[in-house]
């Protein structure tokens, strides 16, 4: 993964318990990789960390924290600076919402950014500090197709995941002389559970336009060890990201079908 990997190697993912973060777990419990797994749901996690122990012999950490607040991050944030070290961080908590902005409440619209945004800040720079002394490491902050254009008018999630991309890209530009990696991983839609969760009606979204989230991740760490500053996954979100950024924003509205956050009037 990294042009000198500590040994054993030692991966910290955040969202873990469910979907793209549960799938690099299983990924790189499966390759030798030690973990620290973080979500909310202790429960979830103390049984996805007994399987991957069970089952691959080595060391599994849990945290139980909520990074949509301060001391959530805290917690993570004085596991990525104490020893053993974490070779790896893995940014994949995220949250969307089913309302559009102008009928949301704005404590939800904080946590949003607080959890997709300012979580993101405060744990890549925690990892950073170690990594550089040390000379290498790699950051993974999973953004999404959404932040290369405006594909749901009236949610604030593509917004946030910009940012994701945008601090990805110029903090990986700035470590990279140091031996460090900081790359954004952008999927589009993908089977997680996600959607369901945030009650976000996805019916309408062609079968095709899915990916798996064991694809997203082997995708992901293939593109980490090319260097790359951006992975997108799969051929056909390539082919989506590149029509984002080029194609003329009048057309983009015109076509944009996720319609979560569109708004009409009162009664409509």
Same mark, same amino acid.
Request: hydrophobic residues 45%; charged residues 20%; proline residues 5%.
């Given at each position: 993964?990294t042009?000198?990997?500590?040994?054993?190697?030692?991966?910290?993912?955040?969202?873990?318990?469910?979907?793209?973060g549960?799938?690099?777990?299983?990924?790189?419990?499966?390759d030798?990789?030690?973990?620290?797994l973080?979500?909310?749901?202790?429960?979830?996690?103390?049984?996805?960390?007994?399987?991957?122990?069970?089952?691959?012999? @080595?060391?599994?950490?849990?945290?139980?924290?909520?990074?949509?607040?301060?001391?959530?991050?805290?917690?993570? /944030?004085?596991?990525?600076?104490?020893?053993?070290?974490v070779?790896?961080? +893995?940014?994949?908590?995220?949250?969307?919402?089913?309302?559009?902005?102008?009928?949301?409440?704005?404590?939800?619209?904080?946590?949003?950014?607080?959890?997709?945004?300012?979580? +993101?800040?405060?744990?890549?720079h925690?990892?950073?500090?170690?990594?550089? /002394?040390?000379? @290498?490491?790699?950051?993974?902050?999973?953004?999404?197709?959404?932040?290369?254009g405006?594909?749901?008018?009236?949610?604030?999630?593509?917004?946030?995941?910009?940012?994701?991309?945008?601090?990805?890209?110029?903090?990986?530009?700035?470590?990279?002389?140091?031996?460090?990696? +900081?790359?954004?991983?952008?999927?589009?839609?993908t089977?997680?559970?996600? @959607? /369901?969760?945030?009650?976000?009606?996805?019916?309408?979204?062609?079968?095709?336009?899915?990916?798996?989230?064991?694809?997203? +991740?082997? /995708?992901?760490?293939?593109?980490?060890?090319?260097?790359?500053?951006?992975?997108?996954?799969?051929?056909?979100?390539?082919?989506?990201?590149?029509?984002?950024?080029?194609?003329?924003?009048?057309?983009?509205?015109?076509?944009?079908?996720?319609?979560?956050?569109?708004v009409?009037?009162?009664?409509?």
């Amino acid at each position: 993964m990294t042009d000198a990997p500590l040994t054993p190697r030692r991966a910290l993912i955040t969202g873990a318990s469910l979907g793209i973060g549960e799938a690099f777990a299983r990924r790189l419990a499966a390759d030798g990789w030690d973990l620290v797994l973080v979500a909310r749901d202790a429960g979830r996690l103390d049984a996805l960390a007994a399987e991957l122990t069970g089952r691959h012999g @080595h060391r599994v950490e849990t945290i139980a924290a909520d990074l949509s607040t301060d001391d959530g991050c805290a917690s993570v /944030e004085g596991r990525l600076t104490a020893d053993p070290p974490v070779e790896l961080l +893995v940014n994949n908590a995220g949250i969307s919402l089913s309302t559009p902005f102008v009928r949301s409440a704005v404590a939800d619209e904080a946590r949003l950014v607080r959890l997709n945004v300012l979580a +993101v800040l405060r744990l890549t720079h925690a990892a950073l500090g170690p990594m550089i /002394e040390r000379g @290498h490491g790699a950051v993974i902050n999973v953004s999404s197709v959404a932040g290369f254009g405006v594909p749901m008018p009236g949610s604030t999630y593509s917004a946030s995941k910009a940012w994701v991309t945008n601090f990805s890209e110029s903090i990986g530009q700035s470590v990279a002389p140091l031996g460090v990696r +900081v790359m954004a991983l952008c999927p589009g839609y993908t089977r997680t559970g996600y @959607h /369901e969760r945030a009650g976000i009606d996805m019916s309408r979204t062609p079968a095709w336009m899915w990916l798996q989230t064991d694809d997203v +991740v082997d /995708e992901g760490l293939r593109d980490l060890r090319k260097g790359k500053a951006v992975s997108v996954p799969s051929w056909k979100y390539k082919l989506a990201v590149a029509g984002l950024r080029h194609a003329p924003r009048r057309l983009l509205r015109g076509v944009s079908r996720d319609t979560r956050g569109r708004v009409g009037r009162a009664g409509d």
